[in-house]
Every structure is written in C-alpha cells, then in structure tokens.
C-alpha cells in the first residue's frame, strides 16, 4: 500500500497532508518539495508514476522571457513594478487520444499605480491575493503586448486531463484511499512544481528590471496556489505563513484579467458526477463554481 493512501482515507487527513505543501511552496523549498514528490511518485511503481519522473525540471522552460525582459525596459508609461503570471488549459479542450494538451500563459504586468509593489514584501503580495474584494491591482495592468509559452509541460498535462480518477468520494468507510487517485493528486502537484521551478529558474538566472516581484499561480489547475517569485520580493518566513488565510478555491485566478467569463453551467453534485461515471465510463471534470472576480477569467 501507498503511505499516502491512508493519509487521503479521510478528507481532513488529504487537506493536511495538501496544507503542507502549500507551506513548503510558499516558503521557496523547491528542492525539498521536488525530494518528497519524487520519492512519492517512485513509490507508486506505476506507468502514470513513471511518466512524471521522466518529466524532469530542466524539460520544462518559458519561452519569451527575453522578450518580457525588453518590454518592461522600454515600457514608456508608469515604471512596471509588479508580475502575475499564471498557467491554464483552454477550458474548451477536446479529449480525443493521441492529442497533447498544451496549456497557455497568463500575463499582467502593473506599476505602484493601485498598489505600491516595490515596497511589499512576499507575505503583503500574498495577503493581497486572499483579499475578498480581489488584490488592489486588479483591473489596473498597463497595456503591455508580450507573449510567453511554457514547454516541456504538455505530456503530463494531457494524462492528467485524461486521468480516470479526478475525484474521490469517501461514501462509505474505507481505510485506504484508492490508489489511482493518489496518482493522480501527485500528478497535479507535480506539474505545478514544474511550472514554480521553470519561473524561480528565469527568476534567478535572468530576473527582471529593478527585481519586479513576480506573483505567480495556476488558474482552475489543481492546486490552487499562488508562489511569489524574483528579487524585489522576500521569501516568506515560516513565522508569517500562519498569519495568513488558508487557501481559498480559484484565488490562483484572481490576480491576472483576460476576456469576460461565459455564462457557467449549473454544478454537478456528487450523485450528478456518480452518474456520469456509470453511463459514460470516465470522469469528467465538474464545472467549477467562480467567484465574482474569477467571472473575469474567460476562454
């Protein structure tokens, strides 16, 4: 048996275990996190298990950075002071086998405008973020045409867009969560690690004018988290993390605008997604309730 399959037995057991690595990306501990996923997915001894390990750090890279770097240089407006970057699949993706999903960039770039980002600090960017009524940036990025890519991701992502087991119920009493799902959630925290070190990576070799801080997160992708990267920003100290809220569902979304939100569908309840399975064989992943601001992230 899996260690983590007695950990995610119980709903408050899983939201632990997913609390302290929620700690550990907050603080920057990259390698320690990389370390523990990595034993954990070897232990899966699966085909899924395998191919994440093959999906190494250096595989995966942004592309257009240089670019970035340039835009904020000759910017001629208010100095940029302030990053949101983010990651996303197109919410209008189509499952056929054999075709990659390759997920997109999100982009806003800000100056001290609506909030002073050249004095805050990691735990301040992050505190903003978990505001209710949204970050004081929001809605305020300058008009700046940059495009990044992110590469080496699209294996992964696509087998976690296929994944038979995205959810788990606990109906009944279970000693061990089912195997396929602790995979699964590996995977997901996986591919956002992934996409933390290629940022910390251009972060630290290239940076960015006058050490902008960049707020970094991933839109409607398991997990919601949001990692403050770059040199005008502090690590935030392990005494500061208990300060802040929890994580709350979708605030990875709330910091970077795009095109307005679609009317959404009606949620699937538990007994809705049980059904689902039944009649079609596989799992589909249930619309997610947003929030007012997160009506802004359209496709």
């Given at each position: 048996m899996h260690p983590l399959q007695q950990i995610f037995a119980t709903a408050e057991g899983e939201t632990g275990w997913e609390a302290d690595m929620h700690l550990l990306f907050e603080q920057g501990e990259f390698?320690?996190?990389?370390?523990?996923?990595?034993?954990?997915?070897?232990?899966?001894d699966s085909d899924f298990g395998s191919l994440c390990l093959q999906t190494r750090p250096d595989m995966v890279r942004l592309a257009g950075w240089e670019e970035l770097v340039e835009a904020i240089t000759v910017h001629e407006g208010e100095p940029i002071?302030?990053?949101?970057?983010?990651?996303?699949?197109?919410?209008?993706?189509?499952?056929?086998?054999?075709?990659?999903?390759?997920?997109?960039?999100?982009?806003?770039?800000?100056?001290?405008?609506?909030?002073?980002?050249?004095?805050?600090?990691?735990?301040?960017?992050?505190?903003?973020?978990r505001a209710e009524d949204g970050p004081a940036w929001d809605g305020y990025d300058e008009d700046v045409e940059v495009h990044l890519d992110i590469e080496g991701l699209d294996a992964i992502n696509t087998a976690l867009l296929h994944h038979k087991q995205r959810h788990y119920f606990r109906d009944g009493p279970s000693g061990e969560a089912p195997l396929r799902y602790v995979e699964y959630v590996l995977g997901c925290w996986w591919r956002a690690l992934l996409f933390q070190q290629a940022i910390a990576s251009e972060c630290a070799i290239h940076g960015l004018p006058g050490g902008i801080p960049v707020i970094c997160g991933?839109?409607?992708?398991?997990?919601?988290?949001?990692v403050i990267h770059g040199i005008g920003a502090r690590a935030i100290e392990p005494a500061r993390v208990s300060e802040l809220k929890p994580v709350s569902p979708l605030i990875a979304a709330d910091f970077i605008q795009v095109r307005p939100m679609e009317e959404e569908a009606k949620e699937l309840t538990g007994a809705d997604l049980r059904r689902r399975v039944i009649e079609t064989g596989q799992e589909d992943e249930p619309p997610v309730r947003r929030s007012f601001i997160a009506r802004l992230f359209g496709r």
């Open positions: 390698d320690t996190l990389h370390c523990e996923l990595e034993n954990a997915l070897a232990a899966l002071t302030g990053l949101t970057l983010a990651v996303a699949n197109e919410s209008d993706r189509v499952f056929e086998k054999g075709q990659l999903h390759h997920p997109y960039m999100m982009l806003g770039l800000y100056s001290d405008d609506a909030f002073e980002f050249s004095k805050a600090d990691a735990a301040a960017l992050l505190a903003q973020t991933m839109v409607e992708m398991r997990p919601e988290l949001v």
